[in-house]
């Protein structure tokens, strides 16, 4: 076995593993409530005039769950305390949701729950509309609470549940969006009106997030943005979510937040230095096996073409972003685009 291709398949499973731990450390931090209630007021109408710090305490029932696996049909999952994460269906398959909780709503006079499921994604072309991965989830949402929420047919039971989004790494036109999509009443014939309750029982939101140091943007989108920005030291981050959003730097959410930015610089490194090396590797044996300038100016843009594909694939970036990262003047974005497009 060549030894290139050893060194290649360690730094492949290297950049794994990192990623899957930096994964794990992004959902501890979202889990936590502080942060929850930011992103319940943005994006969820009954939360809207609430105070966050009654949200993160008052509202939020329980510890949020957290699966750091997905969980396939005949696979197994770690799941960390609180709200089950798994939708088990003999006929569908077992669904494991990032992060899963219990919300009260407030002014209701009584003990009514909202269930609401936070996905944290980082492409947002995963092969099919991420939207109906969204549906999908708040009906099986829906669909399980048959037997543990209500039995029989005493449908008036339904909770309704929310699958809430985030976005970090979205196409330029939906930057800096928050965007719900829910069901309606529409009157095709005449106006029978229907109690809103009875049929809003589903809403799928998606937080885009997009740059941090953009105006006129909803406090959570700011502050997921920051949160997870690769720009930003530990130390920034961490003031400004105690000055800016008044979240309590707890001991473990410290811990969380300098974990997450550690494993994200080490995905980012060896992403970049593998991406760079396979590039310059593969741009310079085609260049010389062409053997003319036209061959070895080929070569490079195959090599650059190369680390972008690389890069996407290693660290689960956009294309515009790993075009950043390997410096790349905007000028000759668009060519490499192209070239994307036509493979």
């Known amino acids: 076995m060549p030894m290139e291709w050893e060194s290649t398949t360690a730094q492949g499973l290297h950049i794994t593993q990192l990623s899957a731990r930096y994964d794990a450390a992004c959902k501890r931090v979202l889990s936590e409530k502080s942060i929850l209630a930011w992103i319940m007021k943005s994006c969820l109408e009954e939360y809207q005039d609430c105070d966050i710090r009654d949200i993160a305490e008052k509202y939020i029932e329980g510890q949020p769950q957290i699966s750091s696996i997905p969980v396939l049909p005949d696979e197994g999952g770690t799941v960390i305390q609180g709200m089950d994460t798994a939708d088990k269906s003999l006929r569908e398959g077992t669904v494991t949701y990032d992060i899963r909780f219990r919300a009260i709503v407030p002014?209701?006079?009584?003990?009514?729950?909202?269930?609401?499921?936070?996905?944290?994604?980082?492409?947002?072309?995963?092969?099919?509309?991420?939207?109906?991965?969204?549906?999908?989830?708040?009906?099986?949402?829906?669909?399980?609470?048959?037997?543990?929420?209500?039995?029989?047919?005493?449908?008036?039971?339904?909770?309704?549940?929310?699958?809430?989004?985030?976005?970090?790494?979205p196409p330029k036109n939906k930057e800096n969006t928050i965007t719900r999509y829910r069901l309606v009443e529409e009157h095709l014939v005449g106006e029978a009106v229907e109690p809103v309750g009875n049929?809003?029982?589903?809403?799928?939101?998606?937080?885009?997030?997009?740059?941090?140091?953009?105006?006129?943007?909803?406090?959570?989108?700011?502050?997921?943005?920051?949160?997870?920005?690769?720009?930003?030291?530990?130390?920034?981050?961490?003031?400004?979510l105690a000055e800016e959003y008044d979240i309590p730097m707890t001991q473990k959410l410290d811990q969380e937040v300098s974990s997450m930015c550690n494993l994200s610089e080490g995905v980012l490194r060896k992403g970049l230095t593998r991406g760079m090396a396979q590039g310059r590797a593969e741009g310079l044996a085609q260049g010389m096996a062409k053997g003319r300038v036209e061959g070895r100016a080929e070569g490079l843009a195959e090599g650059i073409l190369s680390s972008i594909q690389s890069l996407m694939k290693n660290l689960n970036v956009s294309v515009e972003r790993a075009m950043t990262i390997l410096d790349i003047p905007e000028g000759e974005r668009q060519a490499y685009l192209d070239l994307l497009q036509k493979q």
């Open 107 to 169: 002014g209701t006079g009584e003990r009514i729950s909202l269930i609401i499921n936070v996905e944290a994604q980082n492409d947002y072309y995963p092969g099919y509309p991420l939207i109906t991965r969204g549906v999908y989830y708040c009906c099986r949402m829906i669909s399980s609470q048959y037997g543990r929420e209500f039995t029989g047919p005493d449908y008036g039971k339904l909770k309704k549940v929310y699958s809430i989004w985030i976005c970090m790494n």
């Open 199 to 240: 049929y809003d029982l589903l809403s799928i939101v998606m937080l885009c997030l997009g740059n941090p140091e953009a105006e006129g943007k909803e406090s959570a989108l700011r502050m997921l943005d920051v949160l997870f920005s690769d720009e930003t030291s530990v130390a920034e981050k961490k003031k400004i």
